[in-house]
């Protein structure tokens, strides 16, 4: 059985650091429609114990002998950028996918799970620099509407939904996984924004808003909705390069959490992403 997930980063060095902390080799590069390129990466059926019943396969990447099939994608910026993004890779995977045993090929069920993936602003004291955050919700924090009486979200005004939970099951999987290895690491809501926060005022309001939200990034609910579209499980993950609030660049620590970010998925691609149910 080939656990098939597809990690979707905003730029190239995010994806870069999930790449290298995979540690599953040279990717095979997919291009897709609107000038993307999916990075493939996949274990060998040399890498199933031999009386696994993920070995022995037909010797190619990937295959039924292989058990981990990660797909990395550079989605781009902001939410409706990553959306779009997200959809062409789910839609390809869908199409081309060999048949499996729910049904033939382009039946559905392109991945087992989604994962959000980058660096993020981080809410203090709550998320540290140089931490990482697991969403337990993905969350548009700023779809809705201003009114005199205060915001009111999507949901509030009946035009659709701006939470999506992530299955408490997976949570905790991958904050055991990150636990067991000394990685500092919060479960809480993660927000998406379409405006980066830079002042302590709007650092406030979110907090206020989203009471127990860890980090703000932008793409997080984009992805989620596109996955959404294909019933498959998604999660978001962060690490921490700054804090929200006012801009201060001699402050930030990307290349901290660019490293923390490919330490977190060294542990998961040898632990949680082998131990996914197929969707």
Known sequence: MVHRILIVTAVAAEADSVSAGLG?????????????????????????????PDSPGDGSPGSPGGRLRVDVLVGGVGPATVAASTGTALAYAALTDPP?????????????LVVSAGIAGGFQPLAPLGSVVVSSAVVAADLGAQTPDGYLTVDELGFGRSVHPVPE??????AAALAAAGRPHTVAPVLTV????????????????????????MEGFGVAEAAAGYAVP??????????????????????EALEALRHTFELLGKTVFLELEPS
């Open 24 to 52: 599953l080799g040279g990717a095979e590069l997919l291009p897709l429609p609107g000038g993307l390129v999916l990075r493939r990466h996949a274990d060998s059926p040399g890498d199933a114990p031999p009386d696994s």
């Open 100 to 112: 499996g045993p729910s049904g033939p090929s382009g039946s559905g069920d392109p991945y087992d």
């Open 169 to 174: 099951a997976l949570t905790v999987r991958i």
């Open 194 to 217: 379409s405006t980066v926060t830079g002042t302590a005022g709007r650092a406030a309001e979110l907090a206020g808003l989203r009471p127990g939200a860890a980090a703000e990034a």
């Open 234 to 255: 998604v999660v978001e993950i962060r690490a921490v390069s700054n804090a929200v609030g006012p801009r201060d660049r001699a402050a930030w620590r990307i290349g």
